[in-house]
């Protein structure tokens, strides 16, 4: 089973080239760089779906914001465990 994760574009490089475009990711407050050459048509703040590192797809703002909040329940959920 693969597990890919919603984070929020916070900063994008200026490279020309979009295989080689990489932007930085937070994930709920931790933030990571991330090759973009999947999804050249991504922009600042955009949601996107991220797995082993690569930026798969864009995700609308409602769908992000609700499977960060599934993660949120989760996590909560196993810390009363």
Do not use: W
């Not at 919603?6 to 930085?24: H, N, V």
């Not at 409602?62 to 959920?77: G, H, I, M, P, T």
């Amino acid at each position: 089973m693969c597990l890919a994760i919603p984070g929020q574009i916070i900063s994008l490089s200026d490279d020309s080239d979009p295989l080689a475009r990489t932007g930085r990711v937070s994930f709920s407050g931790i933030s990571k760089d991330i090759s973009m050459a999947y999804v050249p048509e991504a922009k600042l703040n955009d949601y996107v779906i991220v797995h082993a590192g690569f930026a798969l797809s864009i995700l609308d703002e409602v769908n992000a914001l609700a499977s960060l909040q599934a993660f949120s329940d989760l996590a909560a959920l196993e810390n009363k465990l």
